[in-house]
């Protein structure tokens, strides 16, 4: 058995600030991560991170903002330490080592996103997650933080109403462990591999968030699904909004610049919400290119000013579509992008079960509300990755270990749990998950209605009853991935069921959940969270009100 005061499960931005965090407070901390650190999905974004650094920006008005952006579903205390928080932060990564891009005078230099009154975000080029996370996990290495790469957690272990550890298996030899902790931290990231189309990493299901709901813990504003506007045709790798920060147009098959028919002001600047409804529009009515997309053109920024500052697009266009936006427009569509629900947590990433925290993109804190505003998410990751890390040191001041009874018990559990999984017969993984990513695709994506809510509802359930029959036929002991997917595809499954159903009884449009046979926002009814708790039947929703402190909702007009 293994053993730290606290134990980070993922090892992206939030995980890594968390762990720094606590280090620096003092506590025995080490990481647990699937992957090596540095090919976490964090290192994937690329546009940027806001901070209201200009003389004329506030946090103030980066809160506005974001509360606005989120459809007024953001909880508006916990926006506002959000983006009090930013400078603070973003300096403090700028301090500790990351490459921003400059202005002329040498500051900090920041583009326009979409949503912001003020270009806001601060930018590495188009690779700013990879200087972060690059940044982070050197100031990690030099702390000397111990970090357990390569394993899978398969199970939280709760004693006595705390979280006290989890069962983790080692994926070179499939070996099963206990980590005992005083407290632990779920920083795992999103779960957009459940849709067809996602600018996500492959490791990205959403076993993280499936830990806590099986522990007991209700997932949050879960229907809430962000879809980016602009993921490269075919492989839906991610084209970034500063694409169009820094000038990119948007066109139809007829050359028309169609968002002046949807947000006349901001144009391409407009929230992904509704760019991404309105590339879909297009695209359903038959104004996108025939296998359904549109184009983003940057070529009049010129060769220089891309290389500069979109060398990272450039590079994927060519690589993977064979087009050089320096001489051709880029086919995008719509695609699954960010999860703006997850494991409810306070701003200190305390979740309702003592002893867990939670901090990123499987946290809701809720910062994002109903829709996210691009150069958000990174600093959600280390704001309240900081702030998670500090909390955890504090608690566990005085905390006891766990016996080791309460591993032991959960350890056999968890073996014969996976012993079952193995045999002859039964069912692929493969074919369940797939079945599972076209339902969501088709009928839980950018546009929802309730006959299709409802027939991915029933299909899920479907295919639940059939995944409990998947089997796994190898027997490998070394990266037996065939076992590591059949392990999350429980998950997965539970994850669908949860957004479906409360995407089927949410009937309003909000932000990113768009139901066409309900398309008004309903603040009467509907101004509040979804909470899902897990039973045998399937999900049980509740709701809870959303704090608002000083923006009362108005209607959204860009």
């Known amino acids: 058995m293994i053993k730290h005061d606290i134990l980070v499960i993922g090892g992206g931005l939030a995980g890594l600030r968390a762990a720094l965090e606590a280090h620096l407070r003092g506590a025995d901390v080490a990481v647990i991560s699937k992957v090596h650190p540095i090919r976490s999905h964090s290192v994937a974004a690329q546009g940027g991170i806001n901070a209201a650094l200009g003389q004329d920006d506030s946090w103030e008005a980066h809160t506005l903002d974001t509360v606005k952006g989120s459809d007024y579903l953001a909880d508006q205390d916990a926006v506002e330490v959000m983006c009090r928080d930013a400078p603070g932060r973003v300096l403090e990564m700028e301090h500790w080592g990351t490459l ?11 583009r326009p996103f979409g949503g912001a009154g003020f270009p806001r975000t601060c930018y590495a080029g188009d690779r700013t997650g990879h200087n972060l996370l690059h940044t982070l996990y050197e100031q990690v290495l030099r702390a000397g933080i111990r970090i357990y790469r390569e394993w899978l957690v398969t199970r939280l272990v709760v004693d006595e109403g705390r979280c006290t550890g989890f069962i983790a298996m080692h994926t070179p030899d499939s070996k099963l462990e206990a980590f005992g902790a005083k407290a632990t931290v779920l920083a795992t990231g999103g779960y957009g591999r459940i849709y067809q189309r996602s600018t996500n990493a492959i490791i990205n299901r959403g076993y993280g968030i499936s830990l806590a709901y099986h522990a007991g813990v209700p997932l949050q504003d879960m229907e809430f699904v962000q879809f980016h506007p602009t993921t490269l045709m075919g492989s839906n790798i991610l084209m970034t909004e500063g694409a169009r920060g820094e000038g990119g147009y948007l066109y139809n098959r007829l050359h028309e610049r169609f968002m ?83 494991v409810p947590c306070d701003v200190n990433g305390a979740t309702p079960l003592e002893g867990l925290y939670a901090a990123g993109e499987c946290a809701c804190v809720s910062v994002h509300g109903a829709n996210r505003l691009g150069g958000n998410s990174l600093l959600d990751t280390i704001v309240f990755g900081k702030r998670a890390g500090e909390h955890a040191a504090g608690f566990v001041k005085g905390i006891t270990m766990s016996a080791v009874d309460a591993y032991l018990e959960s350890l056999v559990r968890e073996k014969q749990a996976i012993s079952d999984l193995m045999g002859e017969g039964g069912g692929n993984f493969a074919v369940v998950r797939d079945e599972l990513r076209s339902v969501m695709q088709q009928d839980v994506g950018v546009f929802r209605h309730r006959d299709g809510l409802q027939r991915a509802v029933d299909m899920i359930k479907e295919l639940r009853e059939r995944g409990r029959n998947v089997r796994v036929k190898s027997n490998a002991t070394s990266f037996n991935f065939e076992l590591l997917n059949a392990i999350e595809l429980k998950g997965m499954l539970e994850l669908g069921q949860v957004i479906a159903e409360g995407a ?31 039973t045998p039947e399937g999900p049980r929703l509740e709701y809870k009100d959303v704090t608002i402190t000083q923006f009362q909702p108005k209607r959204r007009e860009y």
């Open 260 to 342: 002046s028919t949807y947000a006349h002001d901001m144009m391409e600047l407009a929230p992904r919400d509704i760019v991404a409804r309105s590339i879909q529009i297009e695209i359903d009515e038959g104004r996108g290119f025939e296998g359904g997309y549109v184009h983003l053109d940057i070529t009049h920024l010129g060769e220089k000013k891309i290389e500069e500052r979109l060398g990272g697009i450039r590079q994927i266009s060519i690589d993977f579509a064979g087009i050089d936006p320096v001489k051709e427009p880029i086919p995008v569509q719509p695609g699954q992008h960010y999860s703006m629900g997850g």
């Open 100 to 110: 921003f891009s400059r202005t002329p005078d040498g500051h900090i230099a920041q």
């Open 504 to 534: 089927l009884a949410r009937e309003e449009s909000r932000g990113a959940h768009y139901r066409t046979d309900f398309l008004e926002r309903d603040d009467e009814h509907w101004l509040k969270h979804t909470l899902a708790y897990q």
